[in-house]
């Protein structure tokens, strides 16, 4: 889907407790050197546009950054670079005006709400927090509207301070902000999961909140809540990585270029803080294993909703073990089963309730152990004279209802 390109590898100059780096930041396989000539080379090859990645992209010279990002406005007529916002500076806005740079901005929120991105003790990790809602707010009025991820948890989204984050997101939509993709807290710490983590319950209504939210505001796009009922629909021409049976070893949404030009994964599969050589073909043996694996076990069998979600992403592994369903199951399965009765109500008939669904699911299985890939929206084309419209009444059980209290 996408090229990252990261000179610098993980080197970031924060540190946010949750990142999924820190494996590889533990294991000291940060590269401090890249050559120029070897990565544009490695992106001709791709032959796509690039998303400067990191850790920190910024964190490059802004003689290496004009250099990339000409070369690359020259070839692709466009750039696009990730970053936490802290670096941010003048130069940093021309450049993003001359060579069409669209910026994604990593953010939890403003002050207290964004104290997990952590800078070295609290006063600084402040001040680099008003540093970035002072760069985001400037590229709202400077036209350049950056999209936004945020990542859940306990600091910026108990019951206490997701009426703060909220109200936030309402500011930043009447700024012009129009992209947010909204991530469950992942982490390979154990303490910090327990600590800042949300429960299942918590999260899900989290995220119901924002599916209000995205009501309110529909020209605003968050993603998530379109992708799960367009899967639920049995459509995914247009759907994030996280949905797409992705090989741990391939990442075939994920090609990444690192700083000599070779070719890496995407960094939430490295759980061992070792970037494993890309291999050039996916295989699907971790969606073969979750079909026929029993919930209890960490797998999918008899799930409804397991060939819209397939397990999640294998990064989000019960236990970090890629092999396992998403440790985040029951919050999907929540959302999936609200949004399906949502559609049942509108007359529309999903998938996961259609009586060709153990066919589809059969092919899915077929097609996976000869490694092809699935396309749903192939696959139900086919099967659309089976389909059947439910009835509201052969909806699950709702939604846990939650008033949850901040540790």
């Not at 930043?172 to 129009?178: A, C, R, S, T």
Request: aromatic share 8%.
């Amino acid at each position: 889907m996408g090229v990252e390109l990261r000179p610098l590898n993980v080197l970031c100059n924060i540190q946010c407790l949750y990142c999924y780096q820190h494996p590889q930041r533990d294991a000291g396989n940060i590269p401090r050197s890249y050559d120029m000539a070897k990565m544009k080379s490695a992106i001709e090859a791709e032959g796509s546009p690039f998303t400067l990645f990191g850790g920190e992209p910024l964190l490059l010279p802004l003689d290496d950054l004009e250099d990339l990002w000409s070369w690359g406005f020259e070839r692709y007529g466009r750039n696009e670079v990730q970053t936490n916002g802290t670096l941010i500076t003048e130069e940093h806005i021309r450049l993003f005006h001359q060579y069409k740079v669209h910026v994604g901005f990593s953010i939890d929120g403003p002050g207290e709400l964004n104290d997990i991105r952590w800078h070295t003790d609290l006063a600084r990790t402040r001040e680099s927090t008003a540093r970035s809602l002072a760069a985001l707010k400037r590229l709202c009025t400077e036209g350049l509207r950056p999209a936004l991820i945020i990542t859940l948890h306990r600091v910026n989204a108990c019951a206490e301070r997701l009426p703060m984050l909220l109200a936030w997101v309402r500011e930043l939509i009447g700024e012009g902000v129009k992209h947010f993709r909204l991530h469950l807290l992942e982490s390979e710490s154990e303490a910090i999961r327990q600590q800042y983590g949300l429960t299942a319950e918590e999260n899900t209504q989290v995220l119901m909140q924002f599916l209000e939210l995205n009501r309110e505001f529909p020209r605003a796009d968050f993603h998530l809540f379109g992708e799960m009922r367009q899967l639920l629909m049995g459509e995914d021409r247009q759907i994030s990585c996280i949905w797409n049976a992705c090989d741990p070893y391939t990442t075939s949404a994920v090609r990444g270029i690192e700083g000599q030009g070779q070719r890496s994964n995407c960094g939430r599969t490295n759980k061992d803080g070792v970037d494993f050589v890309k291999t050039s073909t996916p295989g699907y043996e971790r969606y073969i294993s979750l079909f026929y694996t029993p919930q209890a076990s960490g797998g999918c069998s008899g799930c409804r909703f397991f060939l819209m979600c397939k397990g999640q992403c294998p990064g989000t592994g019960i236990g970090g073990d890629w092999r396992n369903r998403t440790e985040h199951c029951e919050v999907w399965k929540s959302l999936f089963e609200f949004l399906e009765n949502e559609l049942v109500k509108e007359g529309k008939s999903p998938l996961s309730l259609s009586d060709s669904l153990p066919e589809i699911e059969k092919r899915s299985i077929e097609l996976w152990t000869s490694a092809r890939r699935v396309s749903l929206s192939a696959l139900t084309a086919e099967q659309s004279p089976a389909r059947q419209k439910p009835q509201a009444g052969q909806m699950a059980g709702g939604l846990v209802q939650l008033t949850a209290a901040c540790s």
